[in-house]
């Protein structure tokens, strides 16, 4: 099974609208990643969170982490072409590991 | 400031050839990560290097893999007598601490995709 599940798999949204993507991790949480990738590049780190409860937000990209559920979602307000791509989750289920479990990945796709 | 740089970017080996892939990590980086994403699969780890030590392999195979951080120059990723499931993009990360997660973010290079015919 995987250890870190994205949902949805992957997503269409109208410019200007909002949309949210999760990861659920089935390990405890000691560092979740958002990080994206155009198809062909490499991966673009958007945000780390840490500890339960912590949002980062970044123009109009926002990560929450709840640690209790061992979830992170990733909310993107106000679409635009250039937020089309994969999102990837990922993250340090083994305290001081320094290996990243990955998601699946969502592709978004941005109708104009 | 450059970022993490890897070479070739695409690379086509035929079956039974080897393959070198190549990554110099960003200025001031002392410790690389190798990752393989096959196609319409997830980003998996391979390995984590310190300079000329190998801290973790527990994701790479067991045979025709290897990889090497030396005192100079980038760190190798080489796959003897390639097959063709060994087809994917190869992805080199480096950060400078390797305290996940205390301020410690992986930066992740453009990646190699390697091709096998």
């Known amino acids: 099974s995987q250890e870190l599940e994205q949902s949805p798999q992957s997503l269409i949204v109208q410019e200007g609208k909002n949309l949210t993507i999760n990861c659920t991790s089935s390990?405890?949480?000691?560092?979740l990643y958002w990080y994206k990738q155009k198809y062909g590049e490499g991966l673009i780190f958007l945000m780390m969170?840490?500890?339960?409860?912590e949002e980062k937000s970044h123009e109009k990209i926002t990560a929450k982490l709840d640690e209790k559920k061992q979830q992170s979602s990733l909310h993107i307000t106000a679409s635009q072409p250039s937020h089309a791509g994969i999102y990837l989750c990922g993250a340090d289920q083994i305290q001081g590991a320094q290996k990243l479990v990955f998601g699946q990945g969502t592709r978004l796709t941005i109708n104009p | 400031n450059a970022g993490v740089m890897q070479n070739p970017r695409h690379l086509v080996r035929r079956r039974g050839q080897e393959a070198r892939l190549r990554c110099s990590p960003m200025k001031g980086h002392s410790h690389v990560y190798w990752y393989r994403q096959l196609p319409e699969e997830g980003l998996k780890f391979m390995v984590y290097l310190q300079k000329e030590n190998i801290i973790d392999e527990s994701g790479m195979p067991k045979e025709r893999f290897s990889a090497e951080f030396p005192k100079e120059g980038p760190s190798i990723l080489r796959i003897q007598q390639v097959v063709r499931g060994d087809s994917a993009a190869y992805f080199c990360?480096?950060?400078?601490?390797?305290?996940?997660?205390?301020?410690?973010?992986?930066?992740f290079g453009p990646g190699t995709r390697l091709t096998v015919l």
């Open positions: 969170l840490q500890k339960g409860g």
């Open positions: 990360a480096s950060s400078p601490f390797g305290q996940i997660p205390w301020d410690n973010e992986q930066f």
């Open positions: 390990k405890t949480l000691y560092g």
